[in-house]
């Protein structure tokens, strides 16, 4: 999209001295603001909170940082922008109460980058070793918030994500999409690496350029990609596949860059919580239902959204725990549970199923690096 000029303001000429003083003040004036901005912020959370919303609203503060990019003229870029912002409204939130976030570690994993994508590195990220102990976590009450992945748009879906969905009553309250450019990384040459380590979905969107420019190595799965690279720092002839984060924490050389297969591989991670997301206008809802195991019972269910003129997003099945061949169904369609049309869809779908649950309602994002 273009963006519209707009008049900036003019830099001062004259020599180096005098550039450094217009310098330093535009500094001091800038620390001001953001710490008025911070004021401002948390007496708008607070007041909001004794009106009955939340304290915590991470809606609002994605819905004003997504005003801020779109306000930028440049010359910093949308990137820089972003990250500004997402720190101060992360150390804004901290004024209000510490906020703690679960999600699948160690430290620059990529579910690690997507929760500092959302929540900004001044929220407490709370690394735990799978995906159901994200759920556990929050279930618990330990933390806030989780974020784990849910779909990959190589690989499809995260079963042990839907699974989850299954065993614990959480919420979805919010999606980060986040482009996934996978760095070869190791401590010495590229043409001595005879392992490559990273997690079985990383390994799987990599495999072409693997096999194209490593034919001599062998590929070792691990539980993340961030223990690969770890690996990778200890190992002779070790190489691993991982975020180029992971790399610089680990004093590793990037071998290779962007190896994925896939141009535009991106995940899709949910933000889990105990409440459900405000509407926007610009919504989805995801449910999970059971149907009868009998003929025509999944098409009689998905009549219920051509009939409502509901599109759906994304739909997958999954086995049900404990059954030999019954199955359970994820959808996500466009809308908020709240509109007239997603909620007599709803109540139609019920009529239908065994079981209906609604996962929770969240806006939309796009894709960031």
Request: proline share 4%; with cysteine; glycine share 6%.
């Given at each position: 999209m273009a963006k519209r000029s707009s008049p900036q303001r003019k830099v001062p000429g004259g020599s180096a001295s005098q550039c450094k003083q217009a310098l330093d003040k535009v500094d001091r004036d800038l620390v001001r603001l953001l710490n008025e901005h911070a004021r401002l912020a948390e007496q708008w959370a607070r007041s909001r909170s004794e009106e009955g919303g939340l304290l915590h609203d991470p809606q609002a503060e994605q819905s004003l940082l997504q005003q801020v990019v779109e306000s930028n003229r440049g010359p910093l870029s949308e990137r820089c922008v972003r990250a500004v912002f997402r720190e101060l409204i992360s150390g804004t939130?901290?004024?209000?109460?510490?906020?703690?976030?679960?999600?699948?570690?160690?430290?620059?994993?990529?579910?690690?980058?997507?929760?500092?994508?959302?929540f900004g590195s001044s929220a407490e990220l709370v690394p735990v070793a799978t995906i159901a102990a994200v759920f556990e976590e929050l279930n618990r009450a330990q933390v806030n918030f989780g974020i784990v992945p849910i779909e990959n748009s190589t690989d499809g879906r995260i079963v042990d994500t839907l699974g989850m969905f299954t065993r614990l009553p959480v919420r979805i309250c919010g999606e980060v999409q986040l482009r996934i450019h996978h760095f070869l990384l190791g401590k010495g040459e590229r043409g001595d690496v005879l392992e490559v380590y990273s997690k079985p979905?990383?390994?799987?969107?990599?495999?072409?350029?693997?096999?194209?420019?490593?034919?001599?190595?062998?590929?070792?799965?691990?539980?993340?990609?961030?223990a690969a690279a770890q690996l990778a720092a200890?190992?002779?002839?070790?190489?691993?596949?991982?975020?180029?984060?992971?790399?610089?924490?680990?004093?590793?050389?990037?071998l290779a860059d962007n190896i994925e297969d896939n141009k535009n591989n991106i995940?899709?991670?949910?933000?889990?919580?105990?409440?459900?997301?405000?509407?926007?206008?610009?919504?989805?809802?995801?449910?999970?239902f059971e149907i009868q195991h009998t003929p025509g019972s999944l098409a009689d269910a998905m009549t219920v959204f051509k009939r409502n003129r509901i599109n759906l997003t994304w739909i997958e099945s999954f086995p049900m725990p404990n059954t030999e061949s019954e199955y359970l169904f994820f959808v996500e369609m466009e809308g908020h549970h709240s509109d007239a049309k997603i909620?007599?869809?709803?109540?139609?779908?019920?009529?239908?199923?065994?079981?209906?649950?609604?996962?929770?309602?969240?806006?939309?994002?796009?894709?960031?690096e």
């Open positions: 939130r901290t004024l209000l109460k510490p906020l703690r976030v679960a999600y699948l570690g160690p430290t620059y994993s990529y579910s690690h980058l997507a929760a500092i994508e959302r979905q990383a390994l799987s969107q990599c495999r072409e350029w693997v096999a194209k420019h490593l034919p001599q190595a062998r590929t070792i799965e691990m539980t993340s990609t961030a200890e190992r002779p002839g070790a190489a691993a596949i991982a975020s180029l984060q992971a790399g610089v924490n680990y004093g590793l050389t990037v995940t899709r991670f949910a933000v889990i919580g105990d409440h459900e997301g405000r509407r926007t206008g610009r919504d989805k809802t995801a449910a999970m909620k007599r869809a709803l109540a139609a779908l019920q009529r239908k199923t065994e079981r209906l649950e609604i996962l929770g309602s969240y806006a939309k994002s796009s894709p960031v």
